[in-house]
């Protein structure tokens, strides 16, 4: 009886997290929306699920280390436990950059109404897609998918150089442009952050599951 508690415990765990997963990613999704249509009332929204996002935190913080504390977990529970606790803290850093988006959405009155050479919607799917799929693999214990997010990272870093590259070139060639293009810069950075938050995450679902820590190995392949 007390396993089968102990059981009840971690799936109750496992809800908690993939309920504020959601609400990150639908943060996300608000954020990059608040910014592209320049919406004052999707910023408040972004405010509000922060608030739901940083309550959830607390509680899967407190429900995990209970557990820990409590209990003397298998090896494969005991990774899930660790995991959780550490992608609880990944989720709870993509709502911040959610809110550093947000933030940028509703520019000074006198800045001036300029077309920017970049897509930050299409940026902000590709970061909201790699945190959706890195969640799944959480929820279908599947390594294989969350090996595909990893995979993924180099895409929206390779999107955030080319936004950076051309939002700087622009800047030097019109100061009319500086304060939206220092926006840009800030949400792309932003999101960029998010996709490795997303594949912390991934990384995370691997050592669960497989039990093999792929970060140490990214770590010691680039010091070769």
């Known amino acids: ?41 999707l910023v408040a929204k972004v405010n509000e699920l922060e608030m739901r996002v940083n309550r959830s935190e607390r509680e899967v913080y407190e429900m995990a280390y ?11 529970d005991l990774r899930f436990i660790l995991a959780v606790i550490k992608i609880n803290s990944d989720l709870e850093r993509v709502g911040d950059l959610a809110i550093n988006i947000s933030e940028r959405a509703v520019a000074p009155p006198d800045t001036p109404e300029v077309s920017l050479p970049v897509d930050i919607h299409i940026m902000g799917e590709r ?46 060639s019109n100061t009319d442009v500086t304060m939206p293009a220092l926006f840009a810069l800030i949400v792309s950075r ?9 594949t912390n ?14 970060r140490h190995r990214a770590i010691l392949a680039d010091a070769e």
């Open 1 to 41: 009886m007390t396993r089968i508690h102990f059981h009840q415990q971690l799936a109750a765990l496992k809800d908690k997290l993939l309920e504020m997963a959601m609400t990150t990613e639908q943060e996300l999704e608000t954020a990059v929306e608040a910014y592209v249509k320049r919406d004052e009332h």
């Open 66 to 76: 209970e557990l820990l504390a409590k209990e003397q977990p298998m090896a494969i």
């Open 127 to 172: 970061a909201r897609i790699m945190v959706g799929l890195a969640i799944q693999s959480l929820l279908e214990e599947d390594a294989a998918l969350a090996e595909r997010v990893i995979r993924m990272d180099e895409e929206i870093d390779a999107m955030n150089r080319q936004t950076q590259e051309s939002l700087m070139l622009l800047m030097e």
């Open 190 to 198: 932003s999101l960029e952050r998010v996709g490795d938050h997303a």
């Open 201 to 214: 995450i991934a990384e995370d679902v691997i050592f669960w599951v497989r039990g093999s820590d792929v």
